[in-house]
């Protein structure tokens, strides 16, 4: 799959409010994702096509040194093919080149393959929290990767 990695632009908001629906059960309308992305604490990556057709996307909120990581979302009929790892490694390379300390995330307790996903990138379960998420409630594991 063929694609390039770039800043997330308001020009993509349409696009992100959809795969938000695809991905998650609570998804961020499209104001809420231009929210983010007035946040001058936040930096939003994107994986588009050649077409323009977004792929995916990985957010992040900095605060002093931390970096907590907002959402994580590929269209379904393009996971599998190294997207999300490709956006989670620039991010983390952007964290390191803001003097980020750390990494954080929270993935649903079922959500396997993306825990196996963090896990693969170097990311370790930190803690838990409980009835985190709703539409099913569940609880959220913490992920931290140290860098």
Known sequence: MDYQLIPLAHEHLGQAAEIERLCFSDPWSEK????????????TLAAVDGAGRLLGYVGLL???????????????DCRRQGVASSLLQALEAR???????????E????????????????????GLRRNYYENPREDAVIMTKTL
């Not at 964290?95 to 995330?105: C, P, Q, S, Y």
């Not at 959500?111 to 379960?125: D, F, H, I, S």
Request: aromatic letters at 6%; one cysteine or more; glycine letters at 6%.
């Open 107 to 126: 993935a649903r307790q079922s959500n396997a393959p993306a825990r196996a996903l963090y896990e693969k990138l170097g990311y370790v379960q930190a």
């Open 95 to 105: 964290g390191r080149a803001r003097n980020l300390t750390f990494l954080t995330l």
């Open 32 to 43: 809420m994702l231009a929210e983010h992305l007035a946040n001058p604490c936040s930096l």
């Open 62 to 76: 900095a605060v002093v040194d931390e970096g907590y990581i907002t959402k994580v979302a590929v269209r379904p």
